[in-house]
């Protein structure tokens, strides 16, 4: 179905950049013998997974949505990848993205643009548009995204379908490109948040090949699928929601009022460092990228410029020609960031700001169980809209951001409708406390 789906709508979406038919095919056929045997099904058995381009498949093209790796075809499977197939999940293709994961609208794809299944003129969000208008437009049971400033929950948002990041450090990056490792992190796009929880299950828990995964316990998610939120106590950041569009503050307030009829109780506070997250986090991302992305020169990895003179030009005709312009900006600004001189004025000081961001999050979940509010100020922009205002490009992120900058988890569960748009609500919960951000959302669905 899956399969059909993509015949029949991909062409319009462009959610895939790589299919993995055969393969799908061979292993589903595989399942169905089990099936027939009556053996142990896994987790996710035969359930259709597309995986967002930038996390390493075996045999499997991963592109990262750039030309630099438009011919990458790894020698071996991310950690969530081989978690996938121990689930016995299958693989039906990489999904498009921003390059690099740089980006709100998967606009920044090297190869195309992704469109968002309910209105094909606005974007899906990024970066992982791909992953999110793939599960919208059932051209996959279940998708896995990225998220380092709000890659799965804004395009989740926009998308009108469920998205998790979780804590960082709960699921391993091992075998994802690296964009800005102290924030990345990758989670399930779901249908529904049941969904979400079976997936998280799947994936979560240490490994030692990622030095950053936590050695912490992985609890049974399902069952804290109880419906049961009476006495909850949910803190809305008054910051949230300064400045968001009238229609999603709307919507954001009828989910609040729905989650006091089920027995929470709701109160406005205040996060202080909210303004200064989108600033710090700009810095700090493109500081990691720029060190991270060092490892392009056109020898190890992917495409290799032709007729360069010397070691020097190889380098610099593969990077020129290979990154497109917003991983160019990134870097430029990152490495600027970094040198020597202005180190002290601006990524030490963007360190320092994210502490106080994390501060402002510990301090509120002193007392209450979760924060929510909206997951992005604006429901899904038109196509062309904003590319030439990369300003107002990162301002979209500025809800998911503080978020990523503290590490905690967040789900993005579809909240209602702005002119025929999905909003999204976020729920915000403590450091490996995805259980009550899940039984929260789960509740409210
Ligand atoms: N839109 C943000 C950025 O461009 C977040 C991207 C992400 O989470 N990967 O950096």
Not at 62 to 76: A, E, H, M, R, V
Not at 287 to 292: L, V
């Amino acid at each position: 179905e899956a399969l059909a789906n993509i015949r029949e709508y991909d062409g319009k979406i462009g959610a895939y950049l790589t299919l993995n038919e055969e393969g799908a095919r061979a292993e589903a056929s595989r399942l169905d013998a089990k099936l027939a045997k009556g053996e142990a099904r896994g987790l996710l058995f035969g359930l259709p997974v597309g995986v967002k381009d930038n996390m390493v498949t075996e045999g499997l093209l991963t592109t990262c949505g750039s030309q630099f790796l438009k011919n990458y075809d790894p020698i071996y499977d991310a950690t969530v990848v081989t978690k996938l197939k121990e689930a016995e999940a299958v693989t039906i293709g990489k999904l498009n993205m921003d390059e690099f994961a740089m980006g709100g609208s998967n606009e920044n794809s090297s190869f195309h643009p992704v469109r968002n299944p309910w209105d094909v003129s606005r974007v899906p969000g990024g970066s992982s548009g791909g992953s999110a208008a793939a599960v919208a437009a059932g051209e996959a049971f279940f998708t896995l995204g990225s998220d380092t400033g709000g890659s799965i929950r804004q395009p989740a948002s926009y998308c009108g379908v469920v998205g998790l990041k979780p804590t960082y450090g709960r699921v391993s990056r091992y075998g994802l490109v690296a964009f800005a490792s102290s924030l990345d992190q990758i989670g399930p796009i779901t249908k529904n948040v049941e969904d979400a929880a079976y997936v998280l299950q799947a994936i979560a828990g240490h490994d030692p090949k990622d030095s950053t995964s936590a050695d912490v316990g992985v609890p049974d998610y399902l069952s804290a699928l109880t419906g049961d939120i009476s006495g909850l106590r949910i803190a809305v950041p008054k910051e949230y929601l300064d400045g968001v569009d009238p229609q999603v503050k709307a919507s954001v307030m009828e989910a609040l009022r729905a989650l006091e009829s089920l027995g929470a109780v709701w109160e406005e506070v205040s996060l202080p460092h909210t303004e200064y997250a989108v600033a710090a986090y700009y810095l700090l991302a493109s500081s990691e990228a720029s060190s991270n992305l060092s490892r392009f020169d056109g020898v190890r990895y992917g495409v290799r410029a032709d007729h360069a003179g010397s070691l020097l030009d190889l380098y610099y005709d593969s990077r020129s020609q290979g990154f497109g312009p917003e991983v160019k900006r990134r870097i430029m600004l990152g490495t600027y960031a970094l040198s020597s001189g202005y180190y002290d004025a601006y990524y030490l000081k963007a360190q320092k700001v994210r502490t106080l961001i994390k501060q402002d999050f510990d301090q509120t979940f002193a007392n209450y169980d979760v924060i929510i509010g909206p997951t992005a100020p604006t429901t899904a922009f038109p196509l062309g809209s904003q590319v030439d205002d990369p300003l107002t490009m990162y301002l979209n992120d500025i809800l998911t951001i503080p978020v990523s900058l503290a590490g905690v988890p967040a789900v993005s569960v579809p909240c209602g409708f702005a002119e025929g748009l999905p909003v999204g609500l976020q729920i915000i919960g403590k450091p490996f406390d995805e259980s009550t951000i899940l039984r929260v959302a789960h509740a409210f669905e």
